[in-house]
């Protein structure tokens, strides 16, 4: 019996042993930003300074207080400037910037259609290694915080109108009809 029993323990901890090495290469370290807040980092951030005051003004930064996870595709002050050239942005366009869930690039093959906080689908893909949304190049991913992650994208991306949106603004006269 207490072979038995010396036998299992022996096995048992070679076991534990074994997994443990396997586990620590496998999942490396955890980063130091798991304890931080997303917000937090990116009002630090100053590529992206433009994307938070903006956010700041429409009030959209009262979601990140909140215990709620986030993935936030910001674009960049450059890329803003050359949108706010010829266009307004404003809380249509801040909105669907975000996702009111955690977005893990590793898992993503191929295109996957995702809906942003302004209720509409975004694509967000993996192609040749590189990740684009709506056809975006994502130019950085940050780590995982303690409320989701954020990329940096080097355009504005633009939400297109539904179709009742597309009749609504270009043929008002169908638009009672629908």
Known sequence: MKKYLYIIVVTSLSLFIG??????????????TVDQKMWDNLK????????????????????FGYNETFTLFVPGNEA?????????????????????????PVNIQGA??????????????????DYLYDNIPVTYSSPLFLDGRYFI?????????????????????????I
């Not at 997994?19 to 130091?32: F, N, T």
């Not at 355009?155 to 009809?177: D, G």
């Open 80 to 104: 803003i400037a050359r949108f706010q050239a010829n266009n307004v942005l404003d809380t249509t366009v801040l909105m669907y910037h975000i996702l009111k869930h955690f977005i893990n």
């Open 19 to 32: 997994c443990e090495q396997y586990w620590e290469e496998h999942y490396g370290e955890i980063p130091e």
């Open 153 to 177: 994208i080097s355009e504005v991306a633009q939400p297109r109108p539904s179709l009742y949106e597309y009749i609504s603004m270009y043929i008002p006269a169908l638009k009672q009809y």
């Open 44 to 63: 630090s951030h100053s590529e992206v300074s433009s994307f938070v005051a903006l956010m700041e003004q429409y009030k959209l930064d009262t979601l």
């Open 112 to 129: 996957k259609k995702i809906q942003t906080l302004r209720l509409k689908f975004a694509q967000f893909e993996k192609k040749n290694g």
